[in-house]
C-alpha cells in the first residue's frame, strides 16, 4: 500500500470505532528514539523516515509534527501521500493538541496506542481533551492494518564486562536501591532499554546501530528482575544475571508481574508507557520521577572515558584514510552517496572492536547537505563528484565506546560564501572547545556561544549544538544537551556531548562540523569551581575552506593545536602516501 491507501486504512478503522481523531507517535513500549522494525508505525504510515515526529489523522485531514532538522527532509518524503507538515517550534505552527480540538466536534473521541505513548503525553492529552468533553482511548487500530510488520529480533544478548563499564552491575543495583531509598520508593520501573543495558552490564542488537535489547527490569528493596526473551541470554550473560542475584523471566511476563504489586511506592518515569500505568493498581503510589540510572549512565567513570579516547584513535585513523580516498577518488571512479557510506563502513571495519555503525551515515552531496538528517537510498542516490562541498556526518560503535563525528569538505571548487559560512561554522565549535565554565552551568547557557558567529551576520541553524552520547551505547544519549531548549540538567563531570554548529541553504548545500566533548574540572578560584571541555575526537578540519582572517590569534592557536595533537595521536598508524597528505592537512594554518 501506498501512504495515502494506509491512512484511508486507518480512517476505515477509526469510522469502526467512532474515533475523530488518532495520533500515532514515533515510539515503542520503551519510549526510544531508534525503534526496532516492528514499532516503526508512524514512518510505516506515512513515509517520513527522521527519527522524530508524529502524525496525526483525522477524518478529513492528515498532519505531521516534526522539528528543525528534518524541514527539508520531510516534504520530500510526505509527497503524494496527503500528509501535512506542520513544522513544530516555528511561528504560526499550532499546537497539535490545540489542533485537534479546533478540527473535531465536542464529545468527540481521539485514540492512541497506549503503549506506544508516553504517560507525559497521555496526562496531557487527558487534560487538555476533557476540558473539551472530548474523551481518549487506548485503541492500536494500527495492529488492524499493518499485518506484515514483523517479530522482534533473536540476535543475542552478551555482557559488556566491568573492565569496560568501570562499574559491576551489584554496585550499579545497590546505588539505584540508595536512590530509590531517598525517594521512598519500594518497586522502581525501568523501561527504557539503554538504562536497562546500562544497569545490567548487557548489550544487545534489537535496535539498529544501538547496542540494547528488548526488555524491562524491576527493582525493589530485595530483588531484581529482568524481563526479556530469554532464549538470548547467552551462557555469561545468565552467569552474571545469577551472579548479582537478578531473576530472569520472560518478556511477555511483564505486565502480569506489575498487577501484583499493590501499595508499593512506585517509582517510574513519566517518559514510560500509558500502559505500565494501567497496568498497575491503582492503590499503588506513583513517584514519577527520572529513572535515578539515568543521570549516572551519563557521568561516565575514567573506565569509560578511557575507552572514548582509545576507541577516537582507531576512528580517526579510519576517518583520515576514509577522506583521504574521497579526496583523491572522487571525480575519477564512479561513486554515490550510498556507497561512500559503505566505503566509510570498511574502514571502520578494520579497526579492532568495530562493532557497527552508530547510527546510518548521513552522506549529503551539493544540495543534500542541507538536509539535516539525509539518508542516502541504496538505489537513486545522488553520484558524487569533484565540483562540489559533501557533508560525512557518521559514528561507530566499538566494544569500549561510541563515536559521532561530522567534517563537511570541498570536492573541487566551492564558493568565497562557502568558505566563510564554513569558518563561522568552525569558529563556534572552536569557541565551545575552548570555554571555561562555573560549576551549575546548563547546556543552553552554552548554546550561544557556538552559535554567535553565525548570529552576528544573520545566520543559525535549526538544530541542537550538542547532544550526550553513551559508552558502547545508544548516540543520542540523556539527560543533558546544548541546545536552545530550557534543560534544567546541568552539565557534570564525565558527560561526553557533542559540539556540532552547523548552517545550511537549502537548495544549495549543508555545512556541519563536528567533535565529541568530555566535561572536566578546569580550577578552583575564589568564585568557585570551573569546568571545560576535553576535546575527544581526533581528525584534521580542512584548511582549504578556512578564511584564517576570520579566526582571532586564540581561535588559530586552538586549532593549531588540535592538529598538533591529531598528528601525535594518528601519524604513527599511518603509512605511505595517506601518511604524507595527512601530515599536510594537519601543518600550522
Known sequence: MTSKE??????????????????????????????????????????????????????????????????????????????????????????????????????????????????????????KLNAKNITLADLPLLKEIWK????????????????????????????????????????????????????????????????????????????????????????????????????????????????????????????????????????????????????????????????????????????????YWLTHNAGKETMNEYSIGEKLRGFRAEGENFVGESFGSIIGYKDNGAIMHYSAKKEGSKEVTNDASILVDSGGQYLEGTTDITRTLALGAVSEEFKRNSTLVLQGLIRLSMVKFPKGTRGVQLDAIARLPLWMEGKDYNHGTGHGVGSFMNVHEGPQNIRKDMNPQELMLGMVCSNEPGYYLEGEYGIRHENLIAVKESATTIHGTFYEFETLTFCPFFKDTIVKEILSEEEITWLNTYHKTCEEKLASFLEGEVKEWFLEQVSPL
Open 148 to 323: 506484515d510488520r514483523g517479530t522482534p529480533s533473536k540476535n543475542p544478548i552478551f555482557v559488556h564486562p566491568v573492565e569496560r563499564a568501570g562499574k559491576s552491575v551489584i554496585d550499579k543495583i545497590a546505588a539505584i536501591r540508595q536512590k530509590m531509598e531517598e525517594q521512598c520508593a519500594t518497586v522502581h520501573i525501568i523501561s527504557s532499554l539503554d538504562d536497562v543495558a546500562w544497569t545490567l552490564n548487557l548489550r544487545g542488537s534489537d535496535v539498529e546501530s544501538n547496542p540494547v535489547f528488548l526488555g524491562y527490569l524491576l527493582i525493589t528493596k530485595n530483588d531484581a528482575k529482568l524481563f526479556t526473551d530469554l532464549d538470548k541470554l547467552d551462557v555469561e550473560s545468565r552467569r552474571q544475571m545469577d551472579e548479582a542475584w537478578v531473576k530472569m523471566m520472560p518478556y511477555e511476563e511483564f505486565y502480569n508481574c506489575l498487577k501484583a504489586f499493590s501499595n508499593e511506592k512506585v517509582l517510574v518515569s513519566p517518559n514510560s508507557n500509558q500502559s505500565i500505568f494501567e497496568a498497575l493498581k491503582p492503590d499503588n503510589e506513583f513517584i514519577k520521577a527520572a529513572v535515578p540510572g539515568n543521570l549516572m549512565k551519563a557521568q561516565k567513570n575514567e573506565t569509560e572515558l578511557e575507552g572514548f579516547r582509545k576507541v577516537m584513535v582507531r576512528d580517526g585513523v579510519a576517518m583520515v584514510k576514509f577522506l
Open 6 to 127: 494506509k491512512v484511508a486504512a486507518l480512517r476505515e478503522e477509526m469510522q469502526k470505532n467512532n474515533v475523530d481523531a488518532f495520533i500515532v507517535y514515533s515510539a515503542d513500549p520503551h519510549m526510544s528514539e531508534y525503534l526496532p522494525q516492528e514499532w516503526q508505525e508512524r514512518a510505516w504510515l506515512s513515509g517520513f523516515l527522521g527519527s522524530a515526529g508524529f502524525v496525526v489523522i483525522t477524518k478529513d485531514k492528515a498532519g505531521l509534527w516534526t522539528d528543525g532538522r528534518y524541514f527539508t527532509q520531510a516534504p520530500i518524503e510526505l509527497a503524494g501521500s496527503g500528509i501535512d507538515l506542520f513544522k513544530d517550534g516555528m511561528e504560526g505552527t499550532p499546537n497539535y493538541i490545540d489542533w485537534i480540538i479546533s478540527e473535531i466536534p465536542e464529545n468527540g473521541k481521539v485514540a492512541v496506542n497506549a503503549q506506544a505513548t508516553s504517560h507525559a503525553n497521555w496526562e496531557l492529552l487527558t487534560e
